[in-house]
């Protein structure tokens, strides 16, 4: 599961250990601890199963060579492969492969010829074939090893689920016991990698003093007592953090400073550099890739309200994860103001939209996944949150809570333009005209550049095929009347959204379309979204790309050939808000003006 885990969270559990004076283990278990024995998977068959380690664990590794795999299991394996795969596109290619007899306990598979160079830009999927017969599955017993709790990365299988055939993650034994087996004689004595930085979130205020939190890994061969870090925040002269702090070789750490961001920063876009600067004493002249992150963050002075969080779903038909969520989520459009919901199905499924096949693409890892605004949360793996693991187990009302709390978190967060929406419709014609407008703070244009307007329509009440888990059966079967709400059915303007030209700070845009005669226009939905102008949404600009405000309408509020308009509502959660003068006034019902809310001034139209 991706939610609630901060980037740090591997490095909790990712862990290297010396075998001999050259090499290590790299993996997500300890050397010799095992936590649980005998997990199983309960289907009889022979599934390839290992963790995962992407660039940012392998990066200083680079040049290394990757001689063998360690393993643990509780009974005898037979002859089984053991293996390393590099991930690329969606697609696995072996890279190196080996059939060695398993035994219990743990066992050293070290590869015949030279094994595999790590070049420190891949991703790796490494483990070993699991076969779970019939006298397992009789007893009630298998053969997986784990070590500690589930952790990103910490154990996938690759099969075939009915869907296709690609990497899952699994969990109930914690981290798989498998460790790659690494020559690592070709590193220096003391070097230490930037793994991560995180400053936060992404809106902040000049003068605030913003936390920075800093992960390392020692990729020398000798331990390291202490480093000067650099900070460097646009083009101004580096500030220096001395840090005493012990890392043994093949470890990682984390710290914690404070750094305070000048009261003179003007409004926009702004960059910030931690690059090491001194180990034990020495500086580091041959610096690398490794020694210096960035991350980008917005000075703002005045913000907008929002007027709905957006909560985007990518489901998926063939999931029978999809129901416990729909639930959930529904508890919460039953019982919220603020939240606008889409959901997106895969491509391929009988309800998805060829013009939403982008989404999935840059967000979806896994179905159903779903983002609040499109916005990254500091110190997440993606964009997207996964909860599918504990879907069947923590109930509706509980998963509603979760989500529900990231509704009101996001709903709170800054913003920089309105977005207003006007509906006409005519039953007669089955004619829709959509008006959007709003206001633009100048922040918008300082930290975003243009925006675009995107406009999509949703319908509830669709009954189409969904898989369904049958508690009673204790089997997945396929409901093919299973009532859908929220399906996205086409948008109004470019999928990534229209530019918007502004006057005097202020935009509109109209836009007209007629129903399918196959849509039921009473439980039709409008959803409008402000984002930043983008020539395509790319892996590169993925950051850039939140949404900055969002609204929506349902149609059933249109009389027939008559026009209803919903201006920016506010939402019944508590946003104290108050006069110029310090008065402190209801925020339901604002009037045009300037406001002042969590000690900043806000603009309401």
């Known amino acids: 599961m991706k939610f609630g885990k901060y980037f740090f969270a591997w490095l909790l559990a990712m862990t290297t250990f010396v075998v001999q004076a050259q090499e290590r283990f790299i993996g997500y278990s300890q050397t010799d601890s095992i936590t649980v024995s005998g ?13 995962v380690l992407t660039p940012q664990m392998l990066s200083g590794y680079a040049g290394c060579r990757v001689v063998g795999i360690r393993l643990a299991v509780s009974q005898n394996l037979g002859r089984a492969r053991t293996f390393i795969y590099s991930i690329g596109n969606r697609t696995l290619t072996v890279e190196v492969e080996q059939r060695q007899r398993i035994y219990e306990g743990w066992n050293n598979v070290y590869f015949n010829g030279d094994g595999y160079e790590i ?4 991703t790796l999927f490494f483990g070993f074939d699991y076969t779970e017969t019939a006298e397992m599955i009789a007893a009630d017993e298998g053969a997986l090893c784990g070590y500690g709790s589930d952790v990103d990365g910490g154990f996938y299988a690759y099969y075939d689920f009915g869907s296709g055939q690609g990497l899952y993650s699994l969990s109930g034994i914690g981290r798989l016991c498998v460790q790659l087996i690494v020559d690592v004689s070709s590193l220096p004595s003391k070097d230490l990698d930037l793994t991560a930085i995180d400053t936060g979130f992404k809106y902040k205020v000049a003068g605030e003093d913003i936390d920075v939190m800093a992960t390392f890994m020692n990729v020398g061969l000798d331990s390291v007592k202490g480093y000067q870090l650099g900070c460097l925040l646009d083009e101004a002269e580096p500030v220096y953090v001395n840090i005493p702090d012990t890392i043994v070789s093949g470890r990682s750490g984390v710290n914690v400073f404070t750094f305070k961001l000048p009261q003179t920063m003007e409004i926009g876009l702004h960059h910030f550099t931690v690059f090491i600067n001194a180990i034990d004493g020495q500086p580091l002249h041959d610096k690398s ?3 210096t992150l960035s991350v980008d963050f917005a000075i703002y002075e005045n913000s907008a309200l929002r007027s709905r969080a957006y909560l985007e779903i990518y489901t998926d038909q063939t999931s029978a994860y999809v129901p416990y969520l729909d639930k959930a989520v529904q508890l919460l459009v039953d019982n919220s103001n603020e ?4 959901n997106v199905h895969r491509p391929g499924t009988p309800l998805s939209i060829g013009d939403s096949d982008y989404l999935h693409e840059l967000y979806a890892y896994d179905w159903p996944t779903f983002t609040m605004n499109r916005a990254y949360f500091p110190g997440e793996a993606y964009v997207a949150y996964d909860m599918n693991d504990y879907l069947p187990v923590i109930g509706a009302e509980m998963t509603a809570a979760i989500i529900g709390d990231m509704v009101m978190q996001d ?55 969904q898989a369904q888990y049958n508690e009673i059966t204790q089997r997945t079967t396929n409901n093919s009347k299973y009532v859908h709400n929220q399906v996205l059915r086409c948008y109004l303007t470019a999928p990534i959204g229209d530019g918007i030209e502004s006057v005097d700070d202020r935009y509109s845009a109209s836009y007209e379309t007629t129903l399918d005669e196959n849509w039921n226009a009473e439980k039709m939905t409008v959803v409008a979204l402000l984002t930043k102008k983008v020539d395509a949404v790319t892996e590169e600009n993925l950051m850039e790309v939140d949404v900055i405000n969002c609204n929506s309408m349902a149609l059933s509020e249109v009389n027939n050939l008559g026009v209803k308009s919903v201006e920016a509502e506010q939402g019944t959660g508590s946003r104290d808000c108050y006069l110029l003068d310090g008065r402190r006034i209801d925020s339901t019902c604002l009037k045009s003006g300037i406001y002042v809310q969590n000690g900043k001034k806000i603009l309401r139209k």
Not at 39 to 51: M, Q
Not at 119 to 122: L, Q, S
Not at 339 to 342: G, K
Request: charge should be negative; aromatic fraction near 8%.
């Open 411 to 465: 709903f709170n967060s800054p913003s920089f333009a309105t977005v207003d929406l006007q509906l006409g419709y005519n039953k007669a014609t089955r004619r829709l005209t959509v008006k959007a407008t709003g206001d633009m703070l100048p922040e918008a244009k300082a930290i975003y550049g243009d925006l675009a307007l995107t406009l999509m329509l949703t319908e509830d009440g669709v009954k189409d095929s």
């Open 339 to 342: 939240l606008a919901v889409v």
């Open 119 to 122: 070049k420190g830009t891949e």
């Open 39 to 51: 997990g199983a998977f309960g289907v009889e068959g022979t599934y390839p199963i290992g963790a």
């Open 289 to 291: 890739r490794n020694d």
